[in-house]
């Protein structure tokens, strides 16, 4: 079976391809691996790649497959998949042109108009969640194109509160 | 003893609460709001009553519900854990008018320890040193100007009433000023309903060390000794530990000294905390008292052998202190992680949604005080703290491997946490050499991300190819795969009639 | 200090080892039969080798397999946990050969303590207090009829060999002797391939009283205390305590100087258990040396602040012992229960086969040494323990109280445990009175049945019919439910290609 | 819906009848019961009935189902499934007059022969299994009507051993 997963933008094709008894052969670019594994519950793997073990802990969204392993998290993307819940500057699924809360808030203030300069790093806008303020920051240097909420209103998570307009390539 | 006991809380701490209450032969009481029916608390209580909706006023801070649910249970006490109403001297006055033991300070002490502006004038009346600051509090921008202009800059803001850091700013110059005191007083309406700030001088490189204090109706008490918190993000603790590496006996001796004087001119009992900012030189300032449980108390447990919760509560039923100060002793080294819904890398936003899957680590020395499970729904309405991750051992070199380990045996799928950042912190040389600080993160750890190598990619690749596998491998034969036996496919015999 | 072990082990004593090495920055190697593959220690250690079939002398008896793993995976030391071949002298000898260091005492102390009746011979000329008992063991029915004739009935065979209860039998009279004799030479020849037993006067009521030792190998020895292990079944442990509620300072203090003394006389290095019998007058007679990890060492880490595998392993790597008796103190209480795959409705006969769902209790003060997960099968080629949880308090009865309610939240589907029966020994009056003794089980809690009232009868039926309910809900919207997101039903478009 | 379990030899019908709130009502003989119930996992229960809380976890097996509640561990037969892995003197499953083992073993020694009376706790067979000597006494008096293994046989769980004629009713 091959999938297809993305992560930090890049596209990534596995090749997998598992007997009955737990032993596997993949392929990931040019690189062969040759391991056993083993389904331990729905979401653990137990896999033993020349002999050193590896706990692997996976589960799946809507869009993307979360991986534990050696006390990381990665989140692969499912291709295909929207943006949904994971915009926002910084944020893995991020578009670096608009900016989103990861949480459902209140715009507290928007401190850019449409039209201003920003630089990477300056504040664009204090959203109110969780009883904190947080003040989302720009991940690019660029200009405001549009800003489409105002002091005092709700925001959904995802939803573009600004767009920019990145002034140099990523 | 108390026979019921109403926890006025939720999450981790007051499963924590619950745990006691059994250990102690007291039924317990849950009180949840509408989204919280399948919340960790309501199942750990031996009964649980709804109390309003999610919003926190509508539930876990309305005092009416609360009271009326207490009633309704026949509870004789209140435990309020920490946060909501915990420092709420209104709520303690209603519970001591009511007939009903609030478990806590009395609601006199605890009115003046809340406001932190008459809270330092009576301990500084008493010879305790304060941080050099504004005698009054303020909601007026141009007195902040020239109040910080006399204190001089840098200059610490900070909200008059509440704590943890939730308005706390940093002002480096007379330019940034106005911007923080707004957004200050903005956060401090919202929190808890007063703007009023203050402002005082900023210490550099101070490390936060506070210590436990125990104190019954009968005029004894104790100090359990220390625990640093110096590791702090948004000027809220994450990492706390005992004992600090910055003091000696003596220190400790003098700190503990000063806590139980601070203690006695405030009138207060039960468990509460004395917070010292501790500069390089040894000079410690008393910042103020924290009238309830901590977050952090397992470290004082783990180090001292005393359970805090039972000792609250065995003091608010009258009892008198059972050990002395010479009882009492240090053995070992215990330091908490706290585990937050956050993105450490987006400035610790925090996070909320469906844990798709977790699995608490185990072992010896290892405690997980936990508010959370596989499949539970982290609400924006609350908190965002998951859990207290806590190790002991006997030298802080093994406890903070042990840390380690344990944050890495930790999975918590679906939402950002701080886990991977906690462990980074751990493993810092300069933290592993005890060089801990307030403003420790942005000096040693500015712009973390988590480092994933390629061939860690690799296998991360690997395992979801795996998962995704078995799942195409499940689709094709449901029902029939031995691993997993469907609870999809075994109605069959089982129906009967209709 | 060491790079990398192999744990000659497996179930919940390879994994505290692996959890050990990993906070000594060693890493760990598991060895497994084919049919451990999925089994916990396989995934608790760095790297995994397997050593042949489930048959134990295929595999985690077999020494030429394990030292084949050694060299292969270049560990330098092997920890053999306990039973397999941690008592095996040969598996020390053949390490001592080939340099591995064998984490334990060296293959001719272990050879002395390992043979009881020689180890009663030494020390007996050193003045040490025995049971009155056979001067030499025995495979000859006639000489262990006279034997026992001279002793005095009762009287108590047991297996030469080995440990653990394994063919230990009370003798009421003459009559039963023969066949008695004959099931423990047969025990004795299948358990550990030598079917000598020997007699030895019983003695009624008596605890079982142990001192944890660790002596390193430049002649420092210290003991770390008591273990009163006295509430057996079938001759073997089932739940540990320290301290005892048996001893006083006094008493405490002479035992240990006994057990000192029984250790330097042996030439014993390492962790080990020196075992007395106590009676009701305070008479304390020497039984054996434990030459390894004991089961039950958890209570005296909890208690004592030491962790005892970290110990054994510095030890093996030569360093002196670094504390010295004065340095140990005990605090508060400890309790251990073994959590066993038996049915103690049945003469607690071992159970096997699927366990289909567990939850492990937490909280602060539990432990659980954890050798299984839901969804593992327990093999029937292998000891049946699954796990030891164990609690600390500062007091024996809060420390009881902590055990009981983890008990009670302690589910463990599909398979017969002795949770319930743990649950109810642990709450019984003349244990909370600390009234135990070897015989406590039979005399207290004979036909142990546990009780179902019709009122928990009918609400584990709403229990069933809710869970059948959903069955049958989730099977007519299949992978349609909100709340369990259907992997069965979610392919699309993850598959490209073919 | 109702639903039929059987412990200790009785039968129990369950009615239930849940909302899509999760509020439910059963009646099991004639007693009525009114309650929340919420799904935490596929395996756990959360039953609030009257304000008490009341923690449940459930598993199936092929011939039964599982309950843990409040400390205890009650396991219902289906109607309809065999006794296979059940059997044994003092199981819950166990039929009085067949002799089986829950456990894989050897057969170490066939104590009584054909024709014997036995006494209720009697020794009738010695069974290896987990390096442990198991004695299988007798669930109830009466006479050995069959013995259908000889010493150093293997036996599975749920094999008739020996077969008694039990000599009162049960």
Same mark, same amino acid.
């Given at each position: 079976?091959?999938?297809?997963?993305?992560?930090?933008?890049?596209?990534?094709?596995?090749?997998?391809?598992?007997?009955?008894?737990?032993?596997?052969?993949?392929?990931?670019?040019?690189?062969?691996?040759?391991?056993?594994?083993?389904?331990?519950?729905?979401?653990?793997?137990?896999?033993?790649?020349?002999?050193?073990?590896?706990?692997?802990?996976?589960?799946?969204?809507?869009?993307?497959?979360?991986?534990?392993?050696?006390?990381?998290?990665?989140?692969?993307?499912?291709?295909?998949?929207?943006?949904?819940?994971?915009?926002?500057?910084?944020?893995?699924?991020?578009?670096?042109? *608009? #900016?989103?809360?990861?949480?459902? =808030?209140? @715009? &507290?203030?928007?401190?850019?108009?449409? %039209? !201003?300069? $920003? +630089?990477? /790093?300056?504040?664009?806008v204090i959203v109110e969640s969780?009883?904190?303020?947080? *003040? #989302?920051?720009?991940?690019?240097? =660029?200009? @405001? &194109?549009?800003?489409?909420?105002?002091? %005092? !209103?709700? $925001? +959904?998570? /995802?939803?573009?509160?600004?767009?920019?307009?990145?002034?140099?390539?990523? | 003893?108390?026979?019921?006991?109403?926890?006025?809380?939720?999450?981790?701490?007051?499963?924590?609460?619950?745990?006691?209450?059994?250990?102690?032969?007291?039924?317990?009481?849950?009180?949840?709001?509408?989204?919280?029916?399948?919340?960790?608390?309501?199942?750990?209580?031996?009964?649980?009553i709804c109390i309003g909706e999610?919003?926190?006023?509508?539930?876990?801070?309305?005092?009416?519900?609360?009271?009326?649910?207490?009633?309704?249970?026949?509870?004789?006490?209140?435990?309020?854990?920490?946060?909501?109403?915990?420092?709420?001297?209104?709520?303690?006055?209603?519970?001591?008018?009511?007939?009903?033991?609030?478990?806590?300070?009395?609601?006199?002490?605890?009115?003046?320890?809340?406001?932190?502006?008459?809270?330092?004038?009576?301990?500084?009346?008493?010879?305790?040193?304060?941080?050099?600051?504004?005698?009054?509090?303020?909601?007026?921008?141009?007195?902040?100007?020239?109040?910080?202009?006399?204190?001089?800059?840098?200059?610490?803001?900070?909200?008059?009433?509440?704590?943890?850091?939730?308005?706390?700013?940093?002002?480096?110059?007379?330019?940034?000023?106005?911007?923080?005191?707004?957004?200050?007083?903005?956060?401090?309406?919202?929190?808890?309903?007063?703007?009023?700030?203050?402002?005082?001088?900023?210490?550099?490189?101070?490390?936060?060390?506070?210590?436990q204090i125990l104190a019954d109706?009968?005029?004894?008490?104790?100090?359990?000794?220390?625990?640093?918190?110096?590791?702090?993000?948004?000027?809220?603790?994450?990492?706390?530990?005992?004992?600090?590496?910055?003091?000696?006996?003596?220190?400790?001796?003098?700190?503990?000294?000063?806590?139980?004087?601070?203690?006695?001119?405030?009138?207060?009992?039960?468990?509460?905390?004395?917070?010292?900012?501790?500069?390089?030189?040894?000079?410690?300032?008393?910042?103020?008292?924290?009238?309830?449980?901590?977050?952090?108390?397992?470290?004082?447990?783990?180090?001292?052998?005393?359970?805090?919760?039972?000792?609250?509560?065995?003091?608010?039923?009258?009892?008198?202190?059972?050990?002395?100060?010479?009882?009492?002793?240090?053995?070992?080294?215990?330091?908490?992680?706290?585990?937050?819904?956050?993105?450490?890398?987006?400035?610790?936003?925090?996070?909320?949604?469906?844990?798709?899957?977790?699995?608490?680590?185990?072992?010896?020395?290892?405690?997980?005080?936990?508010?959370?499970?596989?499949?539970?729904?982290?609400?924006?309405?609350?908190?965002?703290?998951?859990?207290?991750?806590?190790?002991?051992?006997?030298?802080?070199?093994?406890?903070?491997?042990?840390?380690?380990?344990?944050?890495?045996?930790?999975?918590?799928?679906?939402?950002?946490?701080?886990?991977?950042?906690?462990?980074?912190?751990?493993?810092?040389?300069?933290?592993?050499?005890?060089?801990?600080?307030?403003?420790?993160?942005?000096?040693?750890?500015?712009?973390?991300?988590?480092?994933?190598?390629?061939?860690?990619?690799?296998?991360?690749?690997?395992?979801?190819?795996?998962?995704?596998?078995?799942?195409?491998?499940?689709?094709?034969?449901?029902?029939?795969?031995?691993?997993?036996?469907?609870?999809?496919?075994?109605?069959?015999?089982?129906?009967?009639?209709?």
């Open positions: 079976m091959d999938f297809e997963y993305s992560y930090d933008g890049k596209t990534f094709l596995v090749k997998i391809d598992g007997d009955s008894s737990g032993g596997y052969k993949a392929v990931i670019a040019d690189k062969e691996y040759e391991f056993t594994a083993s389904n331990i519950s729905l979401n653990e793997f137990s896999i033993l790649l020349n002999r050193k073990n590896m706990k692997a802990y996976v589960a799946e969204s809507d869009d993307g497959v979360f991986v534990h392993i050696e006390g990381r998290v990665i989140k692969f993307k499912k291709p295909g998949a929207g943006n949904g819940g994971f915009g926002g500057a910084g944020g893995e699924f991020g578009v670096k042109d *608009e #900016i989103s809360t990861p949480m459902p =808030g209140k @715009v &507290v203030k928007i401190i850019v108009s449409e %039209g !201003d300069r $920003v +630089e990477a /790093g300056q504040s664009l969780m009883k904190m303020e947080n *003040e #989302i920051k720009s991940p690019t240097a =660029g200009e @405001v &194109v549009s800003v489409n909420f105002k002091n %005092g !209103d709700l $925001v +959904e998570p /995802g939803q573009t509160i600004i767009k920019l307009n990145p002034s140099d390539a990523d | 003893m108390f026979k019921k006991i109403l926890i006025a809380n939720r999450g981790e701490i007051a499963i924590r609460v619950m745990k006691a209450c059994r250990e102690m032969g007291i039924e317990s009481v849950a009180v949840y709001s509408t989204i919280d029916r399948d919340a960790l608390h309501v199942r750990t209580a031996d009964e649980a999610a919003s926190p006023n509508e539930s876990y801070l309305n005092i009416d519900a609360i009271i009326k649910a207490v009633k309704e249970t026949g509870a004789e006490a209140v435990h309020p854990g920490y946060g909501f109403l915990a420092e709420n001297y209104l709520f303690a006055q209603r519970c001591e008018k009511e007939g009903i033991v609030f478990i806590g300070p009395d609601s006199k002490a605890l009115k003046l320890v809340g406001d932190k502006v008459a809270s330092r004038e009576v301990t500084e009346k008493e010879g305790i040193t304060l941080i050099p600051g504004m005698k009054d509090k303020s909601t007026d921008v141009n007195e902040c100007l020239s109040e910080a202009e006399k204190i001089g800059f840098p200059v610490l803001l900070k909200a008059s009433a509440g704590g943890g850091g939730k308005g706390m700013r940093v002002v480096n110059s007379k330019g940034e000023l106005k911007d923080a005191v707004e957004a200050g007083m903005r956060e401090a309406q919202t929190a808890f309903g007063d703007p009023s700030v203050y402002l005082e001088k900023y210490i550099e490189k101070p490390r936060h060390v506070e210590f109706n009968h005029g004894n008490a104790v100090h359990l000794f220390e625990r640093e918190c110096s590791i702090q993000r948004r000027h809220q603790k994450i990492i706390e530990e005992s004992p600090s590496t910055a003091l000696d006996d003596d220190l400790r001796r003098k700190m503990g000294e000063t806590a139980l004087k601070v203690v006695e001119v405030s009138g207060y009992t039960n468990a509460g905390t004395v917070e010292f900012l501790l500069d390089e030189n040894g000079n410690y300032y008393f910042l103020e008292v924290n009238a309830r449980l901590q977050v952090e108390h397992p470290v004082t447990e783990m180090v001292c052998g005393i359970d805090l919760v039972h000792a609250q509560i065995r003091i608010a039923s009258g009892e008198k202190l059972w050990f002395s100060q010479g009882d009492l002793s240090q053995r070992g080294h215990a330091i908490e992680c706290r585990v937050y819904a956050e993105d450490p890398e987006s400035n610790f936003l925090p996070s909320a949604g469906k844990i798709l899957y977790m699995k608490e680590p185990t072992g010896p020395g290892i405690r997980h005080d936990c508010g959370v499970y596989s499949g539970c729904v982290v609400s924006v309405y609350y908190d965002p703290i998951l859990s207290k991750l806590i190790t002991w051992a006997l030298t802080r070199e093994i406890c903070c491997r042990r840390m380690a380990a344990a944050l890495s045996d930790f999975p918590v799928l679906g939402i950002k946490t701080d886990i991977e950042f906690l462990h980074d912190v751990i493993v810092h040389p300069e933290f592993l050499k005890g060089n801990t600080f307030t403003n420790f993160i942005p000096v040693n750890m500015p712009d973390w991300k988590p480092v994933v190598d390629d061939e860690m990619l690799n296998r991360s690749l690997l395992s979801a190819a795996i998962y995704s596998d078995n799942v195409g491998k499940r689709t094709v034969v449901s029902g029939k795969s031995e691993e997993f036996p469907s609870p999809w496919s075994t109605l069959g015999d089982w129906e009967i009639g209709k």
